[in-house]
Nanobody, 116 residues
Framework: QVQLVESGGGLVQPGGSLRLSCAAS????????MSWYRQAPGKERELVAL????????YYADSVKGRFTISRDNAKNTVYLQMNSLKPEDTAVYYC?????????WGQGTQVTVSS
């Protein structure tokens, strides 16, 4: 069965860094565009970053451009989100998403809290 398991969230001070990981199984990972979304309390889920199957195309939301880096290791079926210079407004539950054609899978989410 399909599984997306996020890890790496936690509490960090403003200006700090975290690295999120999403381990995938149950589908052909390299065929899927992988994305990170986030949802803050009282707000809609928003796209943070995405990376194409072979890594040739990446996209970042303006709010994270220059601070976050998405990458993937197709040999390990894992996608990463390196988050630097974190701000309190980055506080949210971060979700991993896999998409290909009509197939769309989500992880359970990992909490990131940026606070002093």
């Amino acid at each position: 069965q399909v599984q997306l398991v996020e890890s790496g969230g936690g509490l960090v001070q403003p200006g700090g860094s975290l690295r999120l990981s999403c381990a995938a199984s149950g589908f052909t990972f390299s065929s899927y565009t992988m994305s990170w979304y986030r949802q803050a309390p009282g707000k809609e889920r928003e796209l943070v970053a995405l990376i194409s199957g072979l890594g040739g195309v990446v996209y970042y939301a303006d709010s994270v451009k220059g601070r976050f880096t998405i990458s993937r290791d197709n040999a390990k079926n894992t996608v990463y989100l390196q988050m630097n210079s974190l701000k309190p407004e980055d506080t949210a539950v971060y979700y991993c998403n896999a998409a290909f054609s009509r197939y769309d899978y989500w992880g359970q989410g990992t909490q990131v809290t940026v606070s002093s």
